[in-house]
RNA sequence: GCGCAGAUGGCGGAGUGGUCAAUCGCAUCUGACUGUAAAUCAGACGCCUUCGGGCUACGUAGGUUCAAAUCCUACUCUGCGCA
């Protein structure tokens, strides 16, 4: 169908006890191995490492945002640098998310005690999930941010650098993509809170799906950079069933001038019970020769789990935020198969800690410096300490992702 | 030796009669982090506790007062100045 496009997806091998595929997206840039994880460079770095350090990790993609590189350096500087990949010194593929997250995340979520996923079990409003916090202990001069508005047409964004209003509609968020160049780009959509009822999720589906058609027109109508970008649709619905596989139903089928999506995103906040209901619900709408990718997980666990219902790819802030805030993934055989346990560095009981921080990685921190030094390095508020850490969790992100292809190939996953 | 100034919790430093177990910062300890407002944020931080409270504390020793980290006296120590 769509012929002649910048990206292929080959599944190569099909699971016979889950939904689990093993595949390759092809882009000019390079192979995906599926299914992979994302390491997150927002703002064109993945924070404390070179992009040949990222490349030395095996990661073959990585993912940047499309509302903080508007806002800083700006569409003119990327257009005059070349595009993104020149511009940061990437060559791989990459991802550009297309602003739809922080409609939620400096929207409704701004202040709020909610990101990705909401502590409470049910998504009745909470009140201690809703408590206001208040602004930056650390830089209390920063001045408040107004949350962004969500209406029929776009949304109004406040800047995070100095307040100023901007307006997002699909059209722009995919004029901006094009001016960054990523290889993949995601249409603009809302993510929702799972707090808002039902009728507010079935109103802001419908807008997205129309946003999405209108995302996918702006991309098709600009023919050199549809030659060289692959768009993803992203499928909402909050937690609702009918929502859910409307979404796949809608996004898989459509269609601008012959035109489909050539692949999906699977967006949402959630309950923490709910992701892989609606991730098992969309997955079986959507057409199954297309690259899905879960945005925003995450957690190896929940990654396993996705993996199982049919996701290829994975893109997380954790492995990198956690590094830098003290906490590492560290294998542990003791419990199950992809056993692992969260070790967070800066406890006392590391200062004098000389082995490495797991002792069955291969990463070159773990090969060469010792949970003592690193534990030291973050005391010391040296910012070695953020990036050693960074390294071997994004290793271990890709070494795990490896683990599941494997799996997946010799049939047991 | 004389004259000033000062001695407060691990450190720095508020507090100058009751609402002080004592603002705040640092350090320390613990926790959180899932399409990055995050090299960030939150909590704890004298001792004991059946979590109601109890006990010991603001250089040392006395004193004044119903009440003292806060006022008085002496002493010890520290800094500065003069000899």
């Known amino acids: 169908m769509n012929q002649g496009r910048p990206l292929t997806f080959t599944i190569q091998h099909k699971s016979t006890l889950s939904k689990a595929r093993r595949g390759v997206i092809s882009t000019v840039r390079g192979d995906i191995q599926t299914p992979a994880f994302v390491p997150v460079g927002t703002k064109a770095t993945i924070k404390g ?8 990790l095996k990661a073959d993609v990585i993912l940047a945002n499309t509302y903080h590189l508007y806002l800083q350096p700006g569409t003119e ?49 909470d009140e201690i999930a809703l408590q206001e916090k208040t602004g930056h202990k650390s830089d209390p001069d920063r001045p408040v941010l107004q949350p962004a508005k969500v209406d029929e047409q776009g949304v109004m964004f406040r800047s995070i650098i100095d307040g100023s209003a901007h307006y997002f509609t699909p059209k722009k968020s995919i004029e901006i993509q094009h001016s960054i160049g990523a290889d993949i780009i995601f249409a603009f959509d809302e993510c929702t809170s799972p707090h808002e009822p039902v009728e507010y999720q079935k109103r802001s589906l419908d807008r997205t799906h129309r946003w999405a058609m209108e995302s996918l027109k702006t991309h098709v109508d600009n023919a050199d ?22 979404s796949a139903q809608v996004l898989g089928e459509m269609k601008y001038n012959g035109v489909e999506f050539d692949g999906f995103g699977i967006g949402g906040s959630f309950a923490k019970e709910d992701m892989m209901t609606a991730v098992a619900w969309v997955n079986e709408v959507l057409p199954e020769n297309k690259p899905r990718h879960l ?23 954790m492995p990198t935020r956690n590094a830098r805030t003290g906490t590492v993934f560290v294998a542990d055989s003791s419990s199950e198969r992809y056993g692992y346990k969260n070790v967070n560095l800066r406890n006392a009981e590391f200062k004098a800690d000389f082995g490495p921080i797991d002792n069955e990685c291969d990463c070159y921190t773990c090969t060469n410096y010792t949970r003592a030094y690193i534990a030291h390095l973050y005391r010391a508020q040296e910012m070695l300490g953020g990036t050693l850490a960074t390294i071997h969790n994004l290793r271990f992100m890709t070494r795990f992702m490896e683990k599941v292809r494997e799996d997946i190939e010799k049939g047991e996953l």
Do not use: Y
């Open 49 to 56: 490492l070179t992009p040949e350090m990222v490349k030395d």
């Open 77 to 125: 500087v990327l257009e005059k640098a070349g595009g993104i990949h020149t511009f940061m010194q990437w060559d791989g593929p990459m991802f550009t998310d297309s602003g739809g997250f922080q409609a939620f995340s400096l929207g409704v979520a701004l202040g709020k005690n909610i990101t990705k996923f909401t502590s409470k079990a049910r998504p009745d409003f």
């Open 225 to 246: 950079a549809f030659a060289k970008q692959a768009l993803f649709g992203i499928v909402q619905g909050g937690r609702h069933e009918d929502l859910r596989k409307e």
């Open 295 to 317: 945005l925003g997980i995450g957690e190896p666990a929940d990654i396993i789990s996705a993996v199982k219902e049919g996701c290829d790819t994975f893109d997380c802030v």
